[in-house]
């Protein structure tokens, strides 16, 4: 078992406050993605959790056992960097194995795993080439090889595959999550591509300014985002925010229009709307249309709506030209509400 806890982790840098209280619980063999722009403090946490950094404050907890006060090499982790750190003077064998011979492990235990884990990453008829013989895609299959042949509780990845160009990306993240499903070993990745959160975790927590947001399925942060920061940030285009004032009862002015929503104070509210969620209607938004981006199976239309850009994904075979009104109603269900004070979700 290699549940991880992390447990009002702190961290500061001087008079920055790089982590502030982070609690946070990640199963056994669960892929967690830390998700977030550069300077939110993902890198940072996981750092801590390997040990590479000290907490301020707070506790870090694998498979039941305390290991803030561990060494790196002592807590059970192989960690995968940015960076491919591939010996060139040894060939891909004597790369997945030297973390092995490290540990002063048996030969035949070292080919075993060598041979188990090459084949996993697809790399088994590649061992006996060298580092300089290698695509870039090769060398971070030689990496994250390297850390599973060590059969550790927990593997930490730092934006692995970022050197990678988008077709390899892809595959990567595709053989990635199948590799560790299959190794059955609990993984955090940072990352701050969302493509690569969605498509990969288990759960993703999305951190801004040292914190995290939300912590939650890839499908509900994108349907049911906590704040205006996770609607804002995940998906692209990513939401769109019009004001909202009260005129009833759970009724809202949106651009002129009247709004079912929720039956709140006084006060406006952010109404919130994917631009995927917007159809063509005879009665709804008046949008002029100021780009219009051809993008295969869709059109996305960037709009103006009173003074504000709004976007919406539409059909292909749509006809839309630049300067064109029109009139665009959202799906009822996914419309989210936002408090413009806490930028919090109010339903």
Request: hydrophobic share 45%; aromatic share 6%; glycine share 8%.
């Amino acid at each position: 078992m290699a549940e991880i806890q992390i447990k009002n982790v702190a961290k500061r840098f001087g008079d920055y406050q790089a982590l502030h209280d982070i609690n946070l619980t990640i199963a056994d063999q669960e892929f967690m993605v830390l998700l977030g722009a550069s300077g939110c403090g993902k890198s940072t946490l996981l750092r801590i959790i390997a040990g590479l950094e000290t907490a301020s404050t707070g506790e870090v907890w694998i498979g039941g056992r305390r290991v803030d006060h561990l060494s790196p090499k002592d807590r059970g982790i192989s960690m995968v960097f940015q960076n491919y750190a591939v010996f060139p003077h040894m060939t891909v064998f004597e790369n997945i194995g030297f973390g092995l011979r490290m540990q002063k492990l048996p030969d035949e235990e070292v080919t075993r795993r060598v041979e188990r884990t090459a084949t996993l990453m697809h790399i088994e008829q590649l061992l006996k080439r060298y580092s300089g013989e290698l695509s870039g895609g090769q060398r971070q299959r030689v990496a994250v090889a390297r850390a599973l042949a060590m059969e550790p509780d927990v593997i930490l990845m730092d934006e692995p595959l970022s050197n990678l160009d988008a077709l390899l990306r892809m595959e990567m993240r595709a053989e990635l999550k199948g590799v560790l499903a299959e190794s059955k070993t609990t993984a955090i990745y940072v990352t701050h591509d969302q493509v690569e959160a969605m498509s990969m975790a288990d759960r993703i927590s999305v951190m801004h300014e040292g914190k995290i947001v939300q912590a939650a399925s890839p499908i509900e942060v994108y349907r049911n985002p906590a704040a205006e920061f996770v609607a804002g940030f995940i998906g692209n285009p990513p939401m769109n925010f019009l004001k909202a004032t009260p005129v009833g009862a759970g009724k809202w002015s949106v651009a002129g229009q009247v709004v079912e929503g929720p039956n709140t104070g006084p006060g406006p509210l952010q109404f919130a709307i994917r631009p995927e969620d917007m159809q063509l209607a005879e009665s709804g938004l008046a949008a002029t249309a100021k780009v219009v981006e051809p993008l295969g199976a869709h059109l996305l239309v960037t709009c103006e709506v009173e003074g504000h850009m709004f976007r919406a994904v539409l059909d292909s075979d749509m006809t839309v030209r630049t300067g064109e009104t029109l009139t665009l109603a959202p799906l009822p269900d996914r419309v989210r509400w936002f408090d413009p004070e806490t930028t919090l979700a109010v339903a």
